[in-house]
């Protein structure tokens, strides 16, 4: 009885660890999504070019209006999207920001430098003025 009752309170103070960590993980990565999204959307309303780098999938269930939507890793695609001018203002999403990590720096190696993250498709709708 006793060690059943010890085996309880152990998996109790696991289970409020475990949620403890998730709630600090979700506040953590969701404010700074939220933020980044927030200061997304004085760009996009000033006409910045919209790219949503997720697979064509995950647009097609779901994008925002106006955006274009070309692979994280079509970096030929993005450039030619973006023209001639490498510091035409462009925002980037995906589902959290990593796609658009890896995109941006792929285009700053080729000289373009004022691509925004905006993180995630969720945190831009959940910010939309």
């Given amino acids: 009885m006793r060690n059943k009752k010890r085996l309880l309170q152990t998996i109790n103070v696991l289970l409020a660890l475990l949620v403890t960590a998730w ?8 404010g700074g999504d939220r933020e980044a999204a927030r200061k ?21 269930a779901g ?3 106006g955006a274009i939507n070309i ?4 970096t030929d695609a993005l450039i030619a ?4 001018d490498p510091q035409r203002p462009a925002v980037f999403y995906c589902r ?4 658009v990590g890896r995109s941006i720096k792929q285009l700053a190696e080729k000289g373009y430098t004022n691509i925004y993250n905006a993180t995630g498709l969720e945190a831009l709708k959940d910010t939309k003025p």
């Avoid at 709630?23 to 969701?30: K, Q």
């Avoid at 910045?48 to 647009?59: G, I, N, P, Q, Y």
């Fill in 40 to 60: 997304a959307w004085p760009m996009i309303e000033n006409g910045a070019l919209l790219v949503d780098v997720r697979s064509e999938e995950e647009f097609a």
């Fill in 81 to 84: 999207a973006i023209g001639d």
């Fill in 71 to 74: 692979s994280w890793d079509n």
């Fill in 96 to 99: 959290t920001g990593n796609r």
């Fill in 23 to 30: 709630l600090l993980n979700s506040a953590i990565a969701g």
């Fill in 63 to 65: 994008h925002l209006d």
